[in-house]
């Protein structure tokens, strides 16, 4: 399957300092990216879709201002998590579709765990 | 009522056994559906990818979706530790991407 690889695997910040979380296809080019957001013990809940060239789709809910979207190039994403605090840690993980296309399958990086103390 | 309902289990049975999975969901829309496996801290991987409805069988995988019922499921044979995980189900109405998913079935295999 296509490999998307996402970094760093974990980081631990402070409150009110931002972190940022790149997404790479690998083997692959994305017009299209995920963001995902997972809670222990939970589903992944899209926080939002990323174009590259244009802004990013935000879901209902997700502030735009604290999460910032940058889709720079056809491989590469990034999700900036801004001033962030205690409330916003928890596991993220992007995802792209292989292919163009309704039925292009989607992989996923590996995740960032995120802890803000 | 979530558009996607999925048992969160967990659920423990011995290597050798069928492990059978399933998920409900409500929106009539669905057309793609797929099932992940997902192991602690780790990004889903995918396993199963359907379009509508019927069969489909990969190794010891076998995805079965029935939109009639609005049910899919996902059965193991042969079932391994290495299997041991968190399997989701996802589907959507406007494409493979734009994914709903149920909440995950924790399995454990045990030798």
């Known amino acids: 399957g296509a490999v998307v690889s996402q970094h760093p695997s974990w980081v631990i910040c402070k409150s009110g300092t931002s972190v940022k979380i790149e997404c790479r296809s690998l083997d692959f080019q994305a017009t299209t990216m995920f963001w995902y957001r997972q809670f222990p013990k939970q589903s992944l809940m899209l926080m939002a879709t990323?174009?590259?060239?244009?802004?990013?789709?935000?879901e209902q809910g997700v502030e735009k201002d604290k999460f910032l979207i940058n889709h720079a190039s056809l491989t590469l994403s990034t999700l900036t998590v801004t001033s962030a605090h205690p409330e916003d840690s928890s596991f993220y993980i992007c995802?792209?579709?292989?292919?163009?296309?309704?039925?292009?399958?989607?992989?996923f990086g590996s995740g960032t765990q995120l802890s803000v103390l | 009522q979530k558009e996607v309902e999925q048992d969160p289990g967990p659920l423990s049975v011995p290597e050798g056994a069928i492990v059978s999975l399933n998920c409900t969901y409500s929106?009539?829309?669905?057309?793609?559906f797929m099932w992940y496996r997902q192991y602690s801290r780790k990004g889903p991987e995918l396993l199963m990818y359907?379009?509508?409805?019927g069969n489909k069988e990969d190794g010891r995988f076998t995805a079965q979706v029935d939109k009639s019922s609005k049910y899919i499921s996902l059965f193991i044979r042969d079932s391994q530790p290495s299997d041991s995980a968190t399997y989701l189900c996802?589907?959507?109405?406007?494409?493979?991407?734009?994914?709903?998913f149920g909440q995950g079935t924790r399995l454990t295999i045990n030798p």
């Open positions: 990323s174009n590259e060239g244009s802004k990013a789709t935000y």
């Open positions: 996802a589907m959507s109405a406007g494409g493979a991407q734009k994914l709903v």
């Open positions: 995802s792209a579709p292989a292919s163009e296309g309704p039925d292009g399958k989607l992989f």
């Open positions: 929106n009539s829309a669905f057309q793609y």
């Open positions: 359907t379009y509508s409805s």
